[in-house]
């Protein structure tokens, strides 16, 4: 499965769950970025190859990872083989629910809606990802 097939799966089953999803397709590569819910429930980063070092999105999935992986760093990153879409799915759908469940949903949407604010004139993502409708 390529790079793009692998996000329009991820992203639709996640649109079902509710998710608000921007996309970002790379130019210089195969990789493809979803921030969900403005990043109030971080990324997912799709590629076929490793990332650079200093960019590190919580979830991870694509070609060039061999076995699912946890790294600690100051957040937790996870790594899943592109054949485990679900398993990442599913992950990020239970993140989703712990972070309603820790702070509610009207924090949850207020730290949207902040994000959302603060950070849609920014260079880079902000200004170049498109939201994903159904």
Excluded at 11 to 40: C, M, P, V, W
Excluded at 86 to 92: H, M, R
């Amino acid at each position: 499965m390529t790079a793009r097939e692998l996000a329009d799966y991820i992203q639709g089953r996640l649109l079902k769950e509710g998710f608000i999803i921007q996309r970002y397709n790379a130019y210089s590569t195969a990789s493809i970025y979803l921030k969900l819910d403005y990043g109030a429930c971080n990324s997912i980063r799709i590629s076929d190859h490793r990332g650079k070092k200093h960019l590190k999105y919580r979830y991870n999935i694509g070609s060039f990872v061999q076995h699912f992986s946890r790294e600690k760093d100051k957040f937790d990153r996870f790594y899943y083989r592109d054949d485990k879409a679900d398993n990442l799915i599913k992950k990020v759908i239970s993140d989703k629910k712990q972070k309603l469940e820790q702070y509610g949903e009207e924090k949850y949407e207020c730290f949207m809606r902040r994000n959302q604010n603060e950070n849609h004139d920014k260079s880079g993502f902000w200004k170049q990802a498109y939201l994903v409708k159904e």
